[in-house]
Nanobody, 127 residues
């Protein structure tokens, strides 16, 4: 069983920054593709970013490209989402997810690829 716990959410003013972290249990973290998603009230869960096993390949949605950065620390079993230039429309619950059935060099942009999810952390962007 793989468990994921997101931290780092909170209230931030427009234009501000937050760094989310996701701690992942399990002995094979370095072989998981990891992703970040978000879900705003009344909306579908939206893909944001994904990262390959070694962190050499990344992909972002157009809505966050250039503002958000995904990274990982395989020694610490953690994946991060650095969020800059935050906007009110970034307000949502943010989730990390693990794709445990991937291959080296791959990444996963679709929700259905992911096997395990965290419970989410709330991010609110408001003045």
């Amino acid at each position: 069983q793989v468990q994921l716990v997101e931290t780092g959410g909170g209230l931030v003013q427009p234009g501000g920054s937050l760094r989310l972290a996701c701690s992942v249990s399990g002995r094979s973290f370095s072989r998981y593709v990891m992703g970040w998603f978000r879900q705003a009230p009344g909306k579908e869960r939206e893909f944001l970013a994904t990262i390959s096993w070694a962190g050499t390949r990344k992909s972002y949605s157009n809505s966050v490209k250039g503002r958000f950065t995904i990274s990982r620390d395989n020694a610490e079993n953690k994946v991060y989402l650095q969020m800059n230039s935050l906007k009110p429309e970034d307000t949502a619950v943010y989730y990390c997810a693990a794709d445990i059935n991937s291959v080296s060099g791959a990444y996963s942009e679709t929700r259905d690829r992911y096997d395990y999810w965290g419970r989410g952390t709330q991010v609110t962007v408001s003045s």
